[in-house]
């Protein structure tokens, strides 16, 4: 086999949004399943403590032996958490509760929040094995060191928003965050969208919600909605993606079409210096 003239290079997002519920794991897990679908070479970072990207993509426990909380503490090169999933070209590296232990940590570092960047760096890829093509990033639920540390290593974050009523609140404080970030850590940081979830097109409150966050944050807005759908929320407890699990119903179908919008976005990504 030859290698391709030019390798792709690492595009590295991150799935942030404080609140919990709203489908950060989901879409980490999913979208990544969609995106080595259509060949990308795709590893999900668990960096939640949680571990629910981990559980849902079907690693238990006792493979969990090299995670998150090696990795970012030092104590293990990234390469060696990397654990295949049931889906051919997706990997994780897993997390564990350790992690909840690694803020304390890494507050004293200087490093503390360019780690993660500084480990994807350096990210070489053993020979023979596919060089990794997207990280994605599933972040914790809230706006503390492990998700300043993924948005300091992010070529763009993705926004997973709930269609239900308070879809918005805590939307402008994420934003300053990204900002924030932007303007100390990080300058190529970019939005690459917010993407509405579990909509549910019989409720008028759902309908109301599209209409508030597509006018907030007008084509910044994935065209592709994420539906409710009881299948993609079965499919975790049986350590699958949904497109594993179901590939014909609504939410896989719509999680295919959300990985073609991001990669046609990252293909007309302004350059830095017009970033929004
Ligand atoms: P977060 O990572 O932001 O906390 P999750 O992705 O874990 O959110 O989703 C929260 C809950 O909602 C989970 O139980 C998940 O299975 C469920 N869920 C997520 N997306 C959908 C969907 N499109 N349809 C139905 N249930 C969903
Ligand atoms: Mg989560």
Redesign the pocket.
């Known amino acids: 086999q030859v290698a391709p003239a030019h390798p792709k290079p690492l595009r590295v997002l991150a ?1 942030a ?1 404080q ?11 999913n979208l990544g399943t969609a995106l080595a679908a259509i060949g990308e070479q795709v590893l999900v970072i668990d960096l ?1 403590p ?1 571990g ?2 981990s559980t849902g993509l079907g690693i238990d426990r006792r493979r969990r032996k090299v995670s998150t909380y090696h990795v970012m503490a030092g104590e293990a090169p990234l390469v060696d958490a990397i654990t295949p999933t049931a889906v051919p070209r997706l990997s994780v590296a897993p997390s564990t509760m350790d992690l909840l232990g690694l803020e304390l940590e890494l507050a004293s570092a200087s490093d503390r929040a360019h780690r993660l960047r500084n480990i994807l760096r350096d990210l070489t890829m053993p020979e023979g094995i596919e060089p990794i093509s997207y990280v994605l990033i ?1 972040c914790p ?1 809230s706006l503390n060191l492990l998700t300043i540390n993924a948005l300091a290593a992010a070529d763009a974050v993705m926004v ?1 928003l ?1 269609c239900e009523f308070f879809a918005l609140e805590g939307l402008s404080q994420l934003l300053r965050t990204v900002e924030q970030v932007r303007g100390a850590l990080n300058p190529k940081l970019q939005i690459q969208g917010v993407v509405l ?3 549910d097109p019989r409720n008028n409150l759902s309908t109301q919600v599209v209409a508030d966050v597509r006018g907030f944050m007008g084509d910044k807005v994935y065209e592709t909605m ?11 407890s049986h350590g699958k993606p949904v497109l594993l699990y179901d590939l014909k119903c609504a ?1 896989s179908q ?1 999680y295919l079409r959300l990985a073609s919008e991001v990669i046609q976005r990252e293909g007309r990504a302004p350059p830095p210096a017009a970033a929004a």
């Open positions: 799935l949004n609140k919990g519920g709203v489908g950060k794991t989901t879409t980490a897990i939640d949680q629910n990207a599933d639920p997973p709930q979830t579990m909509y994420i539906p409710r759908n009881v299948r993609v929320s079965e499919a975790p939410g719509a």
